[in-house]
């Protein structure tokens, strides 16, 4: 159980030097948070209200089919639950590379916002179809 703690304090001090030594990392990982949470308030503000009066909504929009996925209106919360796990993931092998290898570990905290700002505009546009 000891290793275990060890590993968690080198995390914790990894992260603390991430955060003081790059500005990059401190930007990436505040925009990051930031898009997730608009990721996840966006369905709340403007898919709930409504949610009461279907049972399924449409989820996804194909050019040449149309509407080719329906689903609970809680379903769209899948975005969120998926940028968040990949905000955890990329955050966590950011932070472990940050000592050994300085591009990886600014790859991976880039990526992270990458993925939110593609998830916004995922869900942007899944809201957009259901008004």
């Known amino acids: 159980m000891s290793r275990f703690f060890r590993i968690q304090r080198v995390n914790r001090e990894l992260m603390k030097m991430a955060w003081k030594n790059s500005k990059f990392f401190r930007l990436s990982f505040i925009l ?3 898009f997730w949470l608009m990721v996840l308030v966006t369905p709340l503000l ?3 209200p409504g949610a009461e ?3 399924y909504i449409p989820l996804h929009y194909n050019v040449f089919f149309g509407v080719d ?3 609970p209106w809680y379903s769209v919360f899948q975005l969120p639950a998926f940028g968040l796990m990949v905000l955890f993931f990329n955050i966590y092998l950011s932070i472990r590379f940050f000592e050994q290898e300085l591009v990886l570990s600014k790859f991976f905290i880039f990526l992270a916002l990458l993925i939110q700002i593609m998830l916004l505009a995922a869900m942007y546009f899944t ?3 259901n008004m």
């Open 127 to 129: 809201v957009l179809l």
């Open 53 to 55: 009066q279907g049972l």
């Open 32 to 34: 990051a948070w930031v």
């Open 46 to 48: 403007r898919l709930l």
């Open 69 to 71: 996925k329906f689903g």
